[in-house]
């Protein structure tokens, strides 16, 4: 210690002049960073659902997060209605949404090959995004946080309490995904259309059935999203995008298909980017997460938590 | 039947020559907004303005007794579509004047006309290169109305001086106007004797900048400068009220934050906030010896009466435009040249950003003290500053 001695002494001396010690920020990088991840989490989870059982990267999925925020504001604020109304309502209408997106974009295409139906998602979240600013305008919407906007302290760095409602609704939706999947039925017939689709038809699954629903539950997620979201960032019509391009980083990082991973993926680009922008600088934010979702495919392709077996399958 | 269509064509065709008679007794004055298209937020108010103007302007009589004509074509927010759209007020229609584009880029793209075609041009951008040359000195045929971008850093420069302020973050959007805020900023801050201790940044479709804020927090300036515009320069004022940082540190916003939607998203975290702001913002909170209150106020009432929404500040650009432009025509009719040696020597116009005073120094024609009035939100109202 004595040999270092002015270097720390030094930083000692840049610590105490300012206002928040260094690790309540460092402490606060992390509670913003695993907030923004949790949303960027959810998209990725909403892309992995539709890849998994019809391999398109549904491209409107940010629309979803985009009209979730939308809906809710017009039903909780201009409509009036309670929260515990408003809220399911909201996730009723996007999921119909999701189903109209399958039943009109996706299902009437001849001869579908993945790249086309991609395409048709394009298409599909332009309109959807030109119909929302038909609808509510270019200006931004605010919602009233869930549970108020006292900020709590926790060790120097600061909550606003809706980050616990992005958290909650993070780990809410992840164990019911869960239980659907292993414990039900139907959630197994998907698994098994996302496994092998010719098969799953040969044992009686309706394969179309199941794509419907697969639009249906990640619209819904995205939805969710949507609404935990407004309170902390607005919403306005031009959102969708951008969301979508970072869940689907998120997506990339994780491992495209793997739930786990789209968790992982969607928290650890959350950090970094927080991290990023505290510590170094934040005009180099998104350059940070790119970096190293790179670095990431350089070494593992398939990404963090996916399978180079599946990957190779896969067509896309 | 056969008849009767050959009349009736003839009828159509003599009316339509009185009305081509009839149209050499107006004046016209051609406009170029992004009516449509990503900069329509500009656009679209700058147009309903201009329209409403012009319809105020002919009921009031005219000009000098002829009818005031407006030719309006939409640019798209397109460079190409501005050029033709300038090429052909200028050479096919004619117009005394044209006014606009709404966009910086688009009103480079079409500085070279005006040059070619001997045609003055009163742009609606905000870039001073608009009116200053490569060669430093202005454009003879072009000038412009809107505030510079470095007239608000000096206004915000000027009043932190006047707090004791020295010491100072700045946060700004990675849009053209963020960008083009941040460089003057960094640029005027030293002839201020102001120190940037952060200089942070953030995206347009950013969700959070609370890291952005903690990592200026423990650098504990005097105040910070949030420059941008959109829904996100609210979430960082959000960010900023959460993170406990008001009432140590002041909180200055750009000339983008003059909409009192934002007060209203703030959702009381605007409080206590300081901005710059062209009069026509907040007629209201404009002392009654104001020079522009009367033109404030009168633009705001007929606005919301006539299209039932807030007035915005770009429309105000076209208020100016088109009010100066008419003010040449009574002055010295259709005639370019005269127009603009018109122009270039008016003094004490009083538009909605200010009283211009142009010169052949100065096309732009305002300072910061005349064009911003250093404006505080006080009870979700904006107020004077003292």
Known sequence: MGVVSSPPSLFM?????????????????????????????????????????????????????????????????????????????????VTLVGMLLDRLAIRPIRQPSVLTLIIATIAASIIIKGIAMFIWGKDPFDLPAFSGRSPIDFFGA???????????????????????FEKTIIGKAMSACADNPDAASLVGINVKQMILLSFSLSAAIGAVAGIILTPIALM?????????????????????????????????????????????????????????????LFIKPSGLLGSVEITKIKKF | MKKLFIIATLVLFTS??????????????????????RASFLGDPEKKTAVMLADEINKAGGVNGKKLELIVYDDEGDATKTNLAVKKLMTQDKVCVVIGPSLSGNSLAVVPLAEQFKTPLVSCAASYKIVTGDDGKQRQWVFKVPQSDSMAAEAIFDHMKKKGISKIAIITGTTGFGKSGQ????????????????????????????????????????????????????????????????????????????????????????????????????????????????????????????????????????WDALGLAVDALKAVGCDREKIREYLENKKGFVGQHGVFNFSADDHNGLTWQDAFNMIVVKNGDWAMAD
């Open chain 1, 13 to 93: 001396l840049k610590l105490k002049m300012e206002k928040i010690s260094l690790a309540s920020q460092l402490l606060q990088y992390l509670i913003t960073g695993l907030t923004v991840g949790s949303i960027y989490a959810m998209v990725a989870i909403g892309f992995n659902i539709i890849y998994n059982v019809t391999e398109i990267i549904n491209l409107a999925q940010g629309e979803f997060v985009m009209l979730g925020g939308l809906i809710m504001v017009f039903l909780h604020v201009a409509a009036g209605l309670p929260i515990f109304l408003a809220f399911p309502l909201t996730i009723i209408v």
């Open chain 2, 183 to 318: 460089s003057e900023l960094v640029r005027l801050a030293p002839q201020y004797g102001i120190e940037i201790v952060a200089d942070e940044s953030y995206g347009p479709q950013d969700t959070d900048m609370t890291a952005q804020l903690t990592k200026i927090k423990g650098l504990a300036p005097q105040a910070i400068v949030n420059w941008s515009i959109g829904p996100t320069q609210v979430t960082v004022l959000r960010n900023f009220r959460d993170l406990g940082m008001r009432g140590d540190i002041v909180f200055y916003q750009s000339h983008g934050f003059g909409s009192k939607k934002n007060i209203e998203l703030a959702a009381g975290a605007a409080e206590g906030v300081y901005t710059p702001l062209g009069a026509c913002a907040t007629p209201d909170a404009l002392p009654a010896d104001h020079p522009q209150k009367k033109v404030a106020m009168e633009y705001n009432q007929a606005y919301t009466a006539l299209y039932n929404e807030p007035v915005s500040t770009f429309g105000g650009h076209a």
């Open chain 1, 236 to 296: 306005d019509y031009n959102r969708g995008a951008m969301l979508a391009v970072k869940g689907f980083g998120a997506v990339v990082l994780g491992g495209l298909g793997s739930f786990p991973g789209a968790i992982l993926g969607g928290l650890v680009l959350g950090t970094i980017e927080s991290f990023g922008a505290g510590l170094i600088h934040s005009g180099y934010k998104d350059a940070f997460a790119l970096i190293v979702l790179l670095a990431v």
């Open chain 1, 158 to 180: 600061v909550i606003q309490p809706q980050y616990f409602w992005v958290i909650g609704f993070l780990i809410v939706t992840v164990v019911l995904l869960t239980l659907f």
């Open chain 2, 16 to 37: 339509g020559f009185v009305g081509l008679a009839f149209a050499e007794d107006t004046v016209k004055v051609g406009a170029v907004f992004s009516v449509t298209g």
